[in-house]
C-alpha cells in the first residue's frame, strides 16, 4: 500500500505526521489558557493524587471536552471526520464511525438502524447480550439460528449459509421478511462463518447483513487470516478496535459499505446511544490504532503470525493437551489464527482448574476461561519470552496432572447445543419490562 498525501481544509498532511485527531488534541492541550471549563481536574490541575501516582498527569492534561478545535463527534467537519474518513479508507469502508461505547453501543445502532419495532432480526441464539438489549431497545422481535456446536469442546461455532436461508424461508411462509441479518464473525474462539456465501443470499433477498465483527479487526491485514467481514460483502460490521488492535479499551468503529442502510438512521442512533462527552482519549487511540497498522499493513502481523506458529508447534507435542482447529468444527475451516484455545479433557482437568494451575504456579493469564479449554489471544504487543512462559506453564499443567490419576471430565449434552431448546413468550423488549422473581 502506497504512502499518501491526505488533503483536509485545504492544508497538506504529510505521511510521517501525526494522525489528525492526535495532532489536535497535542495542540490543544499545550495552549497556555486560563480555562473554566469542564472536566473538573482542570487540565490536570486537580487530578487526583491516588491515580497520578499510577499513571502520571499528562493523561489529564489531554482529557479534554469538546473544543472547537477538537470538533465535534456528532457532526464532525474537522480532524474527527479526516481521522474517520482515513479509518474508513484502510478497512475498505464507505464509512466509518468512532465509537467511545464500545462495540456494545454500535451494535445496537446497526440493529436501530435496521429494524424498526415489530420487525424481524434473523441472528444466533448465543449473540452477545449487545444484541439482546439492541432489540430491547428497538422492540424487534428475533428469529433465532441454533449455531453449530461441539460437546467435545463445549464449545459453539458459527453459522452456516443454508440455516440463514432456511430462517428467511420460515419468516416469509409467515408473511414476515426479515429486517436484517445478524451473525457473530469471528466468534470469541477465532470460528469464522462464510461471510461471502452469507452476504450474497441476504442481498439476493435484499436484506441488510451486520456482523459483529469485535473480535476481528486485525482480519484482512495479512495473507493467512481470514478476509475482513467488508471484503465478504457485509453492509455493517461492528469492530472493537482495542481487542487485537492498540487503541484503548472501550473504543471501537462501526463500518459501513454499501447504501443499503440509510446513513442518517445509523448518525440519529450513535447520537442517541453515545455519550455527548466523548472521550477524547479514546477517540485519538482510535485514531492512533489506525494509523499504526496504517504503517505497515501487509507486514504488521508478521511476528505475531510467526509466535501464533510457534506456539502451536510447541503444544502439539505437550501430551495430554488438545488445541482446537478447524477439523473440530468441519463447516468452518477458517478460524483466527491468533486466537489460541487448549484443552485438559484428557488430563481430566476442566479449562477453570487448568487455568488456576497455569495462574497460581506460572502467572499466565488467558483471555478466556470455559468448561473444557482455555483461550488465549497473540496480539502486538505478544513477545516470545511470554510465548515460553506459556509454553512452560502447558507443560507444567500436563506434568502436574499426568502424575496424578483421573478421569476423563466430559460435559453432558445430548448432543445438541445447550441453548437448542427454544419457545419463545415475549420478545426481548416485553420480557425485559415483564415483572420478574428470582
Same mark, same amino acid.
Given at each position: 500500500m502506497e504512502d499518501k498525501i491526505l488533503v483536509s481544509n485545504s492544508q497538506i498532511v504529510?505521511?510521517?505526521?501525526?494522525?489528525?485527531?492526535?495532532?489536535?488534541?497535542k495542540a490543544s492541550a499545550k495552549q497556555d489558557v486560563a480555562s473554566f471549563h469542564f472536566p473538573g481536574h482542570n487540565r490536570g490541575r486537580a487530578a487526583p493524587p491516588s491515580l497520578t501516582q499510577l499513571i502520571g498527569v499528562r493523561p489529564f492534561i489531554h482529557d479534554l471536552p469538546e473544543l472547537p478545535e477538537l470538533d465535534n463527534l456528532f457532526s464532525p467537519d474537522g480532524p474527527i471526520l479526516e481521522a474517520q474518513k482515513q479509518a474508513a479508507s484502510l478497512f475498505g469502508a464507505s464509512e466509518t464511525w468512532f465509537l467511545v461505547g464500545g462495540t456494545t453501543c454500535g451494535i445496537q445502532a446497526a440493529v436501530m438502524a435496521t429494524c424498526s419495532p415489530g420487525e424481524y432480526l434473523i441472528l444466533p441464539r448465543n449473540s452477545h447480550v449487545s444484541a439482546i438489549s439492541a432489540m430491547v431497545l428497538s422492540d424487534t422481535i428475533p428469529k433465532y439460528i441454533i449455531p453449530e456446536y461441539s460437546s467435545d469442546w463445549d464449545i459453539a461455532g458459527g453459522v452456516i449459509p443454508s440455516q440463514v436461508e432456511k430462517a428467511i424461508k420460515e419468516l416469509k411462509k409467515e408473511g414476515q421478511k426479515a429486517s436484517a441479518v445478524f451473525v457473530t464473525s469471528p466468534t470469541y474462539h477465532g470460528i469464522c462463518s462464510n461471510l461471502n456465501e452469507i452476504s450474497q443470499l441476504c442481498h439476493y433477498h435484499g436484506i441488510p447483513l451486520i456482523v459483529d465483527e469485535a473480535h476481528g479487526a486485525h482480519f484482512g491485514f495479512h495473507h493467512h487470516m481470514p478476509f475482513s467481514a467488508l471484503q465478504q460483502g457485509a453492509d455493517l460490521a461492528v469492530?472493537?478496535?482495542?481487542?487485537? @488492535?492498540? *487503541?484503548?479499551?472501550? +473504543?471501537?468503529? #462501526?463500518?459501513? !459499505?454499501? =447504501?443499503?442502510?440509510?446513513?442518517?438512521?445509523?448518525?440519529?442512533?450513535?447520537?442517541? @446511544?453515545? *455519550?455527548?462527552?466523548? +472521550?477524547?482519549? #479514546?477517540?485519538? !487511540?482510535? =485514531?492512533?490504532?489506525?494509523?499504526?497498522?496504517?504503517?505497515?499493513?501487509?507486514?504488521?502481523?508478521?511476528k505475531a503470525m510467526e509466535l501464533a506458529v510457534e506456539t502451536k508447534n510447541h503444544v502439539k507435542n505437550i501430551p495430554g493437551i488438545s488445541m482446537l482447529e478447524s477439523s473440530s468444527f468441519p463447516k468452518f475451516p477458517m478460524m483466527d489464527p491468533l486466537r489460541l484455545t487448549f484443552g485438559f479433557r484428557q488430563l481430566g482437568l476442566s479449562g477453570y482448574e487448568a487455568d488456576e494451575i497455569l495462574y497460581g504456579d506460572q502467572m499466565v493469564i488467558c483471555e478466556l476461561v470455559g468448561t473444557q479449554s482455555i483461550t488465549f489471544a497473540i496480539n502486538l504487543g505478544t513477545c516470545r519470552k511470554h510465548i515460553h512462559r506459556l509454553v512452560s506453564g502447558l507443560q507444567h499443567v500436563s506434568a502436574t496432572s499426568l502424575s496424578v490419576e483421573k478421569v476423563e471430565k466430559r460435559v453432558e449434552h445430548s448432543g445438541l447445543a445447550p441453548f437448542a431448546d427454544i419457545y419463545i413468550s415475549l420478545n426481548p423488549r416485553e420480557a425485559f419490562f415483564a415483572r420478574k422473581r428470582k
Open positions: 504529510q505521511p510521517d505526521s501525526l494522525p489528525p485527531l492526535v495532532s489536535a488534541l469492530q472493537s478496535t482495542h481487542k487485537v @488492535l492498540c *487503541s484503548l479499551t472501550q +473504543s471501537s468503529m #462501526l463500518h459501513m !459499505s454499501g =447504501d443499503i442502510v440509510d446513513r442518517e438512521r445509523i448518525c440519529r442512533c450513535l447520537q442517541t @446511544l453515545q *455519550s455527548t462527552s466523548p +472521550s477524547y482519549l #479514546l477517540l485519538a !487511540s482510535l =485514531d492512533a490504532a489506525r494509523a499504526q497498522l496504517n504503517e505497515n499493513p501487509e507486514t504488521i502481523f508478521n
